[in-house]
């Protein structure tokens, strides 16, 4: 039974709160990934693990002409009921990331984001498979997730170990949420999905960080917490096999 990493009841409702103004989410991950988006006027975005969403809603206020948000967590979604409220160019679904997409139609989207979801998956290379099929041609992928060198540095053991590891979320528990990864798995993994590498960015917190967690804001300008791509959809899929 795959493994079930969603982020539900007490759990859920720290992370949605936290991910509104707190410095890793709203002040780090989302900036750069949007510095990495450019202009989404009048595109059809899907946000692949949309959480409670934030990412939705400045999709839609910087001029995304239509937002899919799935997320496997129920508590999530209906935080990003309650966000988004009546916005017919808004559709949210409940749905399994470790499990195919075929409720998507191919060549359907111009822009896919996942924003920090990525890591939590054992299914990674199913995913991108999905993701690349629903992907117009050309389309753009963004996918932000915990640098390698951070979790080795939390974690400890060798920068090469690719376990499962444990976080803890405030007062409100502790789960084994994500699996580490080398570098050259994260980006051997989207090469071989068959995107091009396009932009690599390792983000710092913005300075507005500062006036809500200094010490937090601090620990960025030392350590890389995120690592952020921009990947550009391929004709067809790399050979199997690249590392």
């Known amino acids: 039974m795959p493994i079930n990493t969603a982020y539900e009841g007490a759990l859920g409702d720290y992370f949605a709160d936290n991910a509104t103004d707190g410095p890793y989410n709203a002040h780090t991950d989302r900036p750069a990934m949007f510095a990495l988006a450019g202009d989404v006027t009048g595109l059809r975005v899907l946000d692949i693990g949309c959480g409670a969403g934030h990412y939705i809603t400045e999709l839609r206020a910087r001029g995304a002409a239509e937002v899919v948000g799935v997320e496997g967590s129920v508590t999530l979604l209906g935080h990003a009921r309650d966000r988004i409220g009546d916005d017919d160019a808004v559709t949210l679904l409940h749905h399994d990331l470790e499990e195919p997409l075929d409720f998507l139609p191919d060549d359907s989207f111009d822009l896919v984001v996942v924003a920090l979801v990525h890591h939590h998956l054992d299914a990674r290379r199913q995913l991108l498979a999905e993701l690349h099929r629903v992907l117009r041609p050309g389309g753009t992928l963004l996918v ?95 050979r199997p096999g690249r590392s």
């Open 144 to 238: 932000s997730t915990v640098h390698p060198t951070a979790d080795w540095v939390w974690h400890g053991g060798s920068y090469f170990d690719e376990d499962r590891v444990e976080t803890r979320f405030g007062d409100s528990g502790t789960t084994n949420s994500h699996r580490r990864m080398t570098m050259q798995t994260f980006l051997g993994e989207l090469l071989d999905a068959g995107f091009a590498l396009e932009r690599f960015v390792e983000p710092r917190a913005t300075e507005a960080a500062r006036h809500v967690d200094e010490s937090r804001y601090l620990k960025t300008l030392r350590t890389p917490f995120f690592v952020a791509v921009r990947m550009r959809k391929n004709q067809s899929p790399s």
